[in-house]
Protein backbone atom coordinates (compact mmCIF):
# COMPACT_ATOMS: atom_id res chain seq x y z
CA UNK A 1 0.00 0.00 0.00
CA UNK A 2 1.29 3.70 -0.98
CA UNK A 3 1.86 5.79 2.03
CA UNK A 4 0.15 9.04 1.31
CA UNK A 5 1.99 12.18 0.17
CA UNK A 6 3.14 14.57 3.28
CA UNK A 7 0.59 17.49 3.48
CA UNK A 8 2.31 20.57 2.80
CA UNK A 9 3.72 23.07 5.20
CA UNK A 10 0.84 25.64 4.45
CA UNK A 11 -2.15 22.99 5.82
CA UNK A 12 0.14 21.75 8.50
CA UNK A 13 0.55 25.57 9.64
CA UNK A 14 -3.82 25.89 9.36
CA UNK A 15 -4.15 22.64 11.13
CA UNK A 16 -1.94 23.55 13.69
CA UNK A 17 -3.91 27.22 14.64
CA UNK A 18 -7.11 25.70 14.16
CA UNK A 19 -5.94 22.81 17.37
CA UNK A 20 -4.43 25.73 18.84
CA UNK A 21 -7.92 27.46 18.41
CA UNK A 22 -10.07 25.09 19.96
CA UNK A 23 -7.94 24.48 22.94
CA UNK A 24 -7.85 28.20 24.13
CA UNK A 25 -11.85 27.87 23.82
CA UNK A 26 -12.16 24.79 26.09
CA UNK A 27 -9.63 26.52 28.30
CA UNK A 28 -11.41 29.64 28.47
CA UNK A 29 -14.78 27.99 28.46
CA UNK A 30 -13.86 25.89 31.54
CA UNK A 31 -12.40 29.00 33.09
CA UNK A 32 -16.26 30.37 32.70
CA UNK A 33 -17.74 27.11 34.09
CA UNK A 34 -16.08 27.54 37.15
CA UNK A 35 -15.85 31.36 37.88
CA UNK A 36 -19.66 31.12 37.13
CA UNK A 37 -20.13 28.11 39.47
CA UNK A 38 -18.45 29.52 42.50
CA UNK A 39 -21.37 32.17 42.09
CA UNK A 40 -24.11 30.04 41.27
CA UNK A 41 -22.96 27.85 44.36
CA UNK A 42 -23.95 30.11 46.95
CA UNK A 43 -26.02 32.86 45.44
CA UNK A 44 -29.27 31.26 44.66
CA UNK A 45 -29.80 29.65 47.97
CA UNK A 46 -27.47 31.69 50.39
CA UNK A 47 -30.61 33.24 52.00
CA UNK A 48 -31.93 30.22 52.89
CA UNK A 49 -29.09 29.84 55.36
CA UNK A 50 -29.02 33.27 56.74
CA UNK A 51 -32.76 32.61 57.06
CA UNK A 52 -33.16 28.67 58.68
CA UNK A 53 -29.93 28.64 60.47
CA UNK A 54 -28.16 32.33 61.12
CA UNK A 55 -31.68 33.72 62.26
CA UNK A 56 -31.05 37.20 60.44
CA UNK A 57 -33.51 39.43 60.00
CA UNK A 58 -34.65 40.39 56.40
CA UNK A 59 -32.57 44.07 56.98
CA UNK A 60 -29.60 41.94 57.96
CA UNK A 61 -30.26 39.66 54.74
CA UNK A 62 -30.04 42.98 52.59
CA UNK A 63 -27.10 44.03 54.34
CA UNK A 64 -25.28 40.85 53.40
CA UNK A 65 -26.92 40.76 49.91
CA UNK A 66 -25.89 43.93 49.43
CA UNK A 67 -21.56 43.60 49.80
CA UNK A 68 -21.87 42.41 45.87
CA UNK A 69 -23.16 45.70 44.60
CA UNK A 70 -21.22 47.57 46.70
CA UNK A 71 -18.32 45.58 45.43
CA UNK A 72 -19.36 45.57 41.81
CA UNK A 73 -19.21 49.38 41.88
CA UNK A 74 -15.53 49.53 43.24
CA UNK A 75 -14.43 46.41 40.94
CA UNK A 76 -13.35 49.02 38.30
CA UNK A 77 -10.78 51.10 40.49
CA UNK A 78 -9.35 47.29 41.71
CA UNK A 79 -9.78 45.36 38.20
CA UNK A 80 -8.21 48.78 36.46
CA UNK A 81 -5.77 50.34 38.82
CA UNK A 82 -4.62 47.15 40.38
CA UNK A 83 -4.86 43.94 38.40
CA UNK A 84 -4.64 45.52 35.23
CA UNK A 85 -1.96 47.81 36.42
CA UNK A 86 0.54 45.58 38.21
CA UNK A 87 -0.27 41.72 37.84
CA UNK A 88 -0.55 39.20 34.95
CA UNK A 89 -4.64 38.78 34.51
CA UNK A 90 -4.14 34.97 35.29
CA UNK A 91 -1.94 35.71 38.57
CA UNK A 92 -4.33 37.96 39.96
CA UNK A 93 -6.95 35.62 39.46
CA UNK A 94 -4.99 32.58 40.96
CA UNK A 95 -4.25 34.76 44.01
CA UNK A 96 -7.95 36.02 44.52
CA UNK A 97 -9.90 32.70 43.96
CA UNK A 98 -7.52 31.52 46.01
CA UNK A 99 -8.26 33.73 49.33
CA UNK A 100 -11.38 33.88 48.32
CA UNK A 101 -11.85 29.93 48.62
CA UNK A 102 -10.42 30.04 51.88
CA UNK A 103 -12.54 33.21 53.18
CA UNK A 104 -15.77 31.12 51.77
CA UNK A 105 -14.69 28.21 53.68
CA UNK A 106 -14.82 30.57 56.83
CA UNK A 107 -18.30 31.46 55.83
CA UNK A 108 -19.69 28.08 56.02
CA UNK A 109 -18.34 28.15 59.49
CA UNK A 110 -19.51 31.63 61.13
CA UNK A 111 -22.65 31.36 62.97
CA UNK A 112 -23.05 35.02 63.64
CA UNK A 113 -23.94 38.48 61.63
CA UNK A 114 -21.36 40.42 62.21
CA UNK A 115 -18.13 38.37 61.52
CA UNK A 116 -20.38 36.99 58.22
CA UNK A 117 -21.03 40.51 56.62
CA UNK A 118 -17.71 42.05 57.07
CA UNK A 119 -16.43 38.04 55.65
CA UNK A 120 -18.45 38.38 52.87
CA UNK A 121 -17.85 41.94 52.39
CA UNK A 122 -13.90 41.40 51.68
CA UNK A 123 -14.55 37.93 49.77
CA UNK A 124 -17.23 40.47 47.48
CA UNK A 125 -14.40 42.92 46.64
CA UNK A 126 -12.21 39.56 45.88
CA UNK A 127 -14.45 38.45 43.25
CA UNK A 128 -16.15 41.24 41.86
CA UNK A 129 -13.32 42.41 39.72
CA UNK A 130 -12.64 38.80 38.28
CA UNK A 131 -15.94 39.09 36.81
CA UNK A 132 -14.14 42.08 34.13
CA UNK A 133 -10.73 40.10 34.10
CA UNK A 134 -12.09 36.62 33.25
CA UNK A 135 -13.82 38.68 29.98
CA UNK A 136 -10.88 40.64 29.10
CA UNK A 137 -8.79 38.05 29.46
CA UNK A 138 -10.78 36.21 27.01
CA UNK A 139 -10.85 38.96 24.52
CA UNK A 140 -6.84 39.82 25.06
CA UNK A 141 -6.51 36.15 23.24
CA UNK A 142 -9.28 35.75 20.99
CA UNK A 143 -8.24 36.62 17.24
CA UNK A 144 -12.00 37.51 16.77
CA UNK A 145 -13.99 38.43 19.94
CA UNK A 146 -16.85 39.78 18.97
CA UNK A 147 -18.26 36.09 17.20
CA UNK A 148 -16.04 33.65 19.70
CA UNK A 149 -16.73 35.21 23.34
CA UNK A 150 -20.74 34.29 23.42
CA UNK A 151 -20.38 31.13 22.90
CA UNK A 152 -17.22 30.75 25.48
CA UNK A 153 -19.61 33.42 28.16
CA UNK A 154 -21.92 30.86 27.54
CA UNK A 155 -20.24 27.73 29.52
CA UNK A 156 -20.39 30.91 32.44
CA UNK A 157 -24.01 29.78 32.52
CA UNK A 158 -24.16 26.71 32.06
CA UNK A 159 -21.50 26.23 35.15
CA UNK A 160 -24.47 28.29 37.51
CA UNK A 161 -26.96 25.29 36.75
CA UNK A 162 -24.93 22.71 36.56
CA UNK A 163 -23.78 23.38 40.32
CA UNK A 164 -27.31 24.15 41.14
CA UNK A 165 -28.64 20.98 40.46
CA UNK A 166 -25.71 19.29 41.66
CA UNK A 167 -25.69 20.58 45.08
CA UNK A 168 -29.64 20.49 45.16
CA UNK A 169 -29.39 16.31 44.54
CA UNK A 170 -26.34 16.35 47.69
CA UNK A 171 -28.99 17.75 49.97
CA UNK A 172 -31.76 15.67 48.83
CA UNK A 173 -29.58 12.02 48.58
CA UNK A 174 -27.13 13.43 51.79
CA UNK A 175 -29.70 13.79 54.89
CA UNK A 176 -26.68 14.90 57.03
CA UNK A 177 -25.73 18.03 54.25
CA UNK A 178 -26.75 21.25 55.46
CA UNK A 179 -27.63 24.17 52.81
CA UNK A 180 -25.04 26.33 54.13
CA UNK A 181 -22.52 23.88 52.97
CA UNK A 182 -22.86 25.46 49.45
CA UNK A 183 -20.06 28.18 51.19
CA UNK A 184 -17.68 25.02 51.35
CA UNK A 185 -18.81 23.69 47.83
CA UNK A 186 -18.25 27.29 46.29
CA UNK A 187 -14.95 27.51 48.42
CA UNK A 188 -13.53 24.08 46.67
CA UNK A 189 -14.58 25.31 43.34
CA UNK A 190 -12.72 28.62 44.04
CA UNK A 191 -9.52 27.04 45.15
CA UNK A 192 -9.95 24.54 41.99
CA UNK A 193 -10.10 27.60 39.53
CA UNK A 194 -6.70 29.36 41.64
CA UNK A 195 -4.88 26.21 40.93
CA UNK A 196 -6.49 26.50 37.17
CA UNK A 197 -5.69 29.89 36.64
CA UNK A 198 -2.32 29.31 36.93
CA UNK A 199 -2.35 27.17 33.13
CA UNK A 200 -4.44 30.48 31.61
CA UNK A 201 -2.43 31.99 28.95
CA UNK A 202 -0.50 34.82 30.02
CA UNK A 203 -1.94 38.01 29.94
CA UNK A 204 0.71 40.68 30.81
CA UNK A 205 -0.64 43.89 32.80
CA UNK A 206 -1.25 46.83 30.64
CA UNK A 207 0.70 49.62 30.15
CA UNK A 208 -1.65 52.35 30.96
CA UNK A 209 -4.98 51.39 33.01
CA UNK A 210 -8.03 52.39 32.35
CA UNK A 211 -9.77 55.31 34.08
CA UNK A 212 -12.19 54.19 36.42
CA UNK A 213 -14.30 57.18 36.30
CA UNK A 214 -14.53 56.84 32.58
CA UNK A 215 -18.35 55.96 33.15
CA UNK A 216 -18.84 59.89 33.56
CA UNK A 217 -18.00 60.73 29.92
CA UNK A 218 -21.21 59.16 28.83
CA UNK A 219 -23.32 61.30 31.28
CA UNK A 220 -23.66 63.47 27.97
CA UNK A 221 -25.85 61.03 26.51
CA UNK A 222 -28.55 61.55 29.33
CA UNK A 223 -29.64 64.68 27.50
CA UNK A 224 -30.98 62.44 24.74
CA UNK A 225 -34.90 61.29 25.67
CA UNK A 226 -34.69 57.36 24.83
CA UNK A 227 -31.33 57.24 26.55
CA UNK A 228 -32.28 58.44 29.61
CA UNK A 229 -35.17 56.71 29.64
CA UNK A 230 -33.87 53.39 29.44
CA UNK A 231 -31.05 54.60 31.84
CA UNK A 232 -33.59 55.66 34.83
CA UNK A 233 -35.81 52.71 33.77
CA UNK A 234 -33.25 50.26 34.10
CA UNK A 235 -32.46 51.85 37.74
CA UNK A 236 -35.66 51.50 38.80
CA UNK A 237 -36.28 47.82 37.59
CA UNK A 238 -32.99 46.79 39.21
CA UNK A 239 -34.37 47.81 42.24
CA UNK A 240 -36.29 44.91 42.34
CA UNK A 241 -34.11 42.84 41.12
CA UNK A 242 -33.33 42.06 44.84
CA UNK A 243 -37.23 40.67 45.44
CA UNK A 244 -35.67 37.63 42.86
CA UNK A 245 -32.09 36.98 44.14
CA UNK A 246 -32.55 37.95 47.65
CA UNK A 247 -35.63 36.42 48.71
CA UNK A 248 -36.96 33.69 46.35
CA UNK A 249 -34.99 30.67 47.96
CA UNK A 250 -37.13 31.96 51.11
CA UNK A 251 -40.13 32.31 49.43
CA UNK A 252 -39.79 28.68 47.66
CA UNK A 253 -39.06 26.96 50.74
CA UNK A 254 -41.26 28.62 52.94
CA UNK A 255 -44.25 29.84 51.20
CA UNK A 256 -44.24 27.31 48.31
CA UNK A 257 -43.40 24.31 49.81
CA UNK A 258 -40.37 23.09 48.04
CA UNK A 259 -38.01 21.13 50.12
CA UNK A 260 -34.20 22.79 50.80
CA UNK A 261 -32.76 20.38 48.19
CA UNK A 262 -35.33 21.41 45.40
CA UNK A 263 -35.24 25.30 45.20
CA UNK A 264 -31.39 24.72 43.86
CA UNK A 265 -32.58 23.07 40.93
CA UNK A 266 -36.00 25.13 40.46
CA UNK A 267 -34.06 28.80 40.61
CA UNK A 268 -31.69 27.23 37.89
CA UNK A 269 -34.79 27.59 35.83
CA UNK A 270 -34.42 31.24 35.34
CA UNK A 271 -30.89 30.35 33.63
CA UNK A 272 -31.91 28.32 31.30
CA UNK A 273 -35.01 29.93 29.88
CA UNK A 274 -32.11 33.29 29.74
CA UNK A 275 -30.35 30.74 27.51
CA UNK A 276 -32.98 30.34 25.36
CA UNK A 277 -34.15 33.67 25.11
CA UNK A 278 -30.75 34.90 23.95
CA UNK A 279 -30.51 32.67 21.23
CA UNK A 280 -34.36 34.18 20.24
CA UNK A 281 -33.23 37.73 21.04
CA UNK A 282 -31.73 38.96 17.76
CA UNK A 283 -34.95 37.47 15.82
CA UNK A 284 -36.80 39.42 17.96
CA UNK A 285 -34.76 42.65 17.70
CA UNK A 286 -35.21 42.30 13.99
CA UNK A 287 -39.22 41.03 13.76
CA UNK A 288 -39.93 43.41 16.84
CA UNK A 289 -37.95 46.31 17.01
CA UNK A 290 -36.25 47.87 19.93
CA UNK A 291 -38.51 49.51 21.77
CA UNK A 292 -41.03 46.52 21.48
CA UNK A 293 -38.69 44.34 22.47
CA UNK A 294 -37.39 46.01 25.53
CA UNK A 295 -40.92 46.59 26.35
CA UNK A 296 -42.04 43.04 26.40
CA UNK A 297 -39.10 42.60 28.52
CA UNK A 298 -40.45 45.26 31.38
CA UNK A 299 -43.73 43.62 31.54
CA UNK A 300 -42.53 40.42 32.18
CA UNK A 301 -41.42 41.43 35.58
CA UNK A 302 -45.03 42.40 36.70
CA UNK A 303 -46.16 39.56 35.50
CA UNK A 304 -43.68 37.16 37.26
CA UNK A 305 -44.10 39.02 40.38
CA UNK A 306 -47.88 38.85 40.37
CA UNK A 307 -47.47 34.72 40.11
CA UNK A 308 -45.56 34.82 42.86
CA UNK A 309 -47.58 37.07 45.29
CA UNK A 310 -50.45 34.74 44.25
CA UNK A 311 -48.12 31.83 45.49
CA UNK A 312 -49.77 28.95 43.88
CA UNK A 313 -50.73 26.60 42.23
CA UNK A 314 -47.06 25.52 42.57
CA UNK A 315 -46.83 24.02 39.16
CA UNK A 316 -47.51 27.64 38.15
CA UNK A 317 -45.04 29.32 40.19
CA UNK A 318 -42.04 27.03 39.22
CA UNK A 319 -43.09 27.79 35.34
CA UNK A 320 -43.13 31.23 36.24
CA UNK A 321 -39.53 30.96 36.89
CA UNK A 322 -38.98 30.66 32.82
CA UNK A 323 -40.06 34.20 32.62
CA UNK A 324 -36.70 35.00 33.89
CA UNK A 325 -35.45 34.51 30.70
CA UNK A 326 -37.15 37.00 28.79
CA UNK A 327 -37.05 39.27 32.24
CA UNK A 328 -32.92 39.74 31.50
CA UNK A 329 -32.82 38.84 28.02
CA UNK A 330 -35.16 41.22 26.45
CA UNK A 331 -34.73 44.21 28.81
CA UNK A 332 -31.00 44.00 30.32
CA UNK A 333 -28.90 42.55 27.39
CA UNK A 334 -31.50 44.48 23.99
CA UNK A 335 -30.73 47.83 26.39
CA UNK A 336 -26.71 46.68 25.84
CA UNK A 337 -27.50 46.59 22.41
CA UNK A 338 -29.68 49.17 22.04
CA UNK A 339 -26.63 51.47 24.59
CA UNK A 340 -23.71 50.20 21.89
CA UNK A 341 -26.12 51.46 18.86
CA UNK A 342 -26.49 54.72 19.72
CA UNK A 343 -23.33 55.62 21.87
CA UNK A 344 -20.31 57.41 19.87
CA UNK A 345 -17.51 55.45 19.38
CA UNK A 346 -15.07 57.35 22.11
CA UNK A 347 -17.79 56.58 24.57
CA UNK A 348 -19.47 53.41 23.78
CA UNK A 349 -17.31 51.65 26.58
CA UNK A 350 -18.26 54.72 29.19
CA UNK A 351 -21.86 54.43 28.26
CA UNK A 352 -21.99 50.71 28.96
CA UNK A 353 -20.29 51.01 32.09
CA UNK A 354 -22.89 53.79 33.39
CA UNK A 355 -25.75 51.77 32.53
CA UNK A 356 -23.94 48.90 34.62
CA UNK A 357 -23.33 50.57 37.11
CA UNK A 358 -26.42 52.28 37.32
CA UNK A 359 -28.32 48.59 37.91
CA UNK A 360 -26.10 46.02 39.13
CA UNK A 361 -24.40 48.55 41.39
CA UNK A 362 -26.56 50.89 42.47
CA UNK A 363 -29.86 50.39 41.67
CA UNK A 364 -28.80 46.23 43.04
CA UNK A 365 -27.32 47.77 46.36
CA UNK A 366 -30.55 49.92 47.30
CA UNK A 367 -32.70 47.29 45.84
CA UNK A 368 -31.36 44.54 48.84
CA UNK A 369 -32.13 46.86 51.41
CA UNK A 370 -35.69 47.42 50.26
CA UNK A 371 -36.37 43.87 50.07
CA UNK A 372 -34.52 43.39 53.66
CA UNK A 373 -37.38 45.87 54.90
CA UNK A 374 -40.21 44.75 52.89
CA UNK A 375 -39.80 41.09 54.41
CA UNK A 376 -39.31 42.30 57.88
CA UNK A 377 -42.20 44.60 57.75
CA UNK A 378 -44.68 42.43 56.01
CA UNK A 379 -45.28 39.20 57.89
CA UNK A 380 -47.91 37.13 59.56
CA UNK A 381 -47.52 34.90 62.00
CA UNK A 382 -43.66 35.39 62.27
CA UNK A 383 -42.86 34.76 58.71
CA UNK A 384 -42.74 36.75 56.07
CA UNK A 385 -45.89 37.59 53.85
CA UNK A 386 -45.01 37.38 50.37
CA UNK A 387 -48.36 38.14 49.01
CA UNK A 388 -48.19 41.37 50.16
CA UNK A 389 -43.69 41.30 49.98
CA UNK A 390 -44.05 40.84 46.22
CA UNK A 391 -46.72 42.96 45.37
CA UNK A 392 -44.27 45.97 45.75
CA UNK A 393 -42.05 45.14 42.47
CA UNK A 394 -45.65 44.00 40.94
CA UNK A 395 -46.48 47.82 41.15
CA UNK A 396 -43.31 49.17 40.72
CA UNK A 397 -42.23 47.46 37.57
CA UNK A 398 -45.83 47.96 36.16
CA UNK A 399 -45.31 51.43 36.53
CA UNK A 400 -42.37 51.17 34.56
CA UNK A 401 -43.34 48.90 31.74
CA UNK A 402 -46.02 52.00 31.22
CA UNK A 403 -43.68 55.07 31.68
CA UNK A 404 -41.04 53.18 28.98
CA UNK A 405 -44.01 52.31 26.64
CA UNK A 406 -44.91 56.54 26.66
CA UNK A 407 -41.80 57.39 26.63
CA UNK A 408 -39.13 55.60 24.32
CA UNK A 409 -39.81 56.01 21.13
CA UNK A 410 -38.32 53.93 18.31
CA UNK A 411 -35.62 55.31 16.60
CA UNK A 412 -32.88 53.91 13.95
CA UNK A 413 -29.81 53.29 15.53
CA UNK A 414 -26.78 55.56 15.25
CA UNK A 415 -29.31 58.21 15.23
CA UNK A 416 -27.37 60.00 17.92
Same mark, same amino acid.
Given at each position: !????EP???G??????????GFK?H??? +?? !? !?F?Q???W??????L???????????GL *??G???????I???L???I?GQI????? +??E?F??LVH? #???LLL?? !???I?SY? /?????????????? /?T??????? +??????D /?E??????????TI?W??I???????L??? +????V????????G?? #??? &?LY?????HT?P %????E????FL??L?M????N?A??F?? %?F????????Y?QL???F?? *?S? @??AE %??V?P?M???Q? &?EV??????? =?????L @?M???????????P?R?????L???MWL?I?? *?A?????Y? =??F??GQVY?? %?V?????R??? *?S????AT??V?????N?F???????????G???F?? #?Y?? /???I?????V?????FK???A @???
Amino acid at each position: !MQDKEPKPAGADAVAQRQEDGFKLHLKL +SF !M !MFLQYAIWGAWAPILAMHLNNNLKLTGL *QIGYVFMTMPIASILSPFIAGQIADRYF +STERFLALVHF #IGGLLLFA !MARINSYG /PFLWVMAVYALLYA /PTVALTNSL +SFHHLKD /PEREFGGIRLWGTIGWIVIGWIFGLSLKLW +SGLSVGECLTVAGGIS #ILL &ALYSLTLPHTPP %SKKAENPLAFLEALRMLRHRNFAVLFFI %SFFVATELAFYYQLSAIFFQ *QSV @GLAE %SAVGPVMTIGQI &AEVLVLAALP =FALKNL @GMRNTIAIGIAAWPIRYFIFSLGKPMWLVIAA *QALHGICYA =FFFVAGQVYTN %SVATDDIRASA *QSLITIATSGVGMLLGNIFAGWAMDFFRVGGQPDFHK #IYLI /PVAITFACAVAFIIGFKEEKA @GAH
